[in-house]
Nanobody
Framework: QVQLVESGGGSVQAGGSLRLSCTASGRAISSYAMGWFRQAPGKEREFVAA????????AYVDSVKGRFTISRANAKNTVYLQMDSLKPEDTAVYYCAADESPYGSNLYRGLAEYDHWGQGTQVTVSS
């Protein structure tokens, strides 16, 4: 069983930056695609970014392209989300998730495609 723990959230002013980390335990995630999702108050959880097991292929929701960067350090069993030029509309609880299909060829944006989830970390951006 994979356990995922997010960290790095906090409060920042618009235009600022944060780096979220997602550290896995219980099993290596080096063969899994990993994703970041977010959920704002009163809204559904939505896809933010994903990265294939190799780290060479990524995907982003249009609203964060050019501002957020997903990366991974398989030796550390950790995935990152660097968030720059933050906007108030980025305020949400951010979750990381693991797609357990080993060495999968697809990157998924749907919640149902991911098998393991962290508890989330709050990101608040003030104007």
């Amino acid at each position: 069983q994979v356990q995922l723990v997010e960290s790095g959230g906090g409060s920042v002013q618009a235009g600022g930056s944060l780096r979220l980390s997602c550290t896995a335990s219980g099993r290596a995630i080096s063969s899994y695609a990993m994703g970041w999702f977010r959920q704002a108050p009163g809204k559904e959880r939505e896809f933010v970014a994903a990265i294939k097991w190799s780290g060479y292929v990524t995907a982003y929701v249009d609203s964060v392209k050019g501002r957020f960067t997903i990366s991974r350090a398989n030796a550390k069993n950790t995935v990152y989300l660097q968030m720059d030029s933050l906007k108030p509309e980025d305020t949400a609880v951010y979750y990381c998730a693991a797609d357990e299909s080993p060495y999968g060829s697809n990157l998924y944006r749907g919640l149902a495609e991911y098998d393991h989830w962290g508890q989330g970390t709050q990101v608040t951006v003030s104007s």
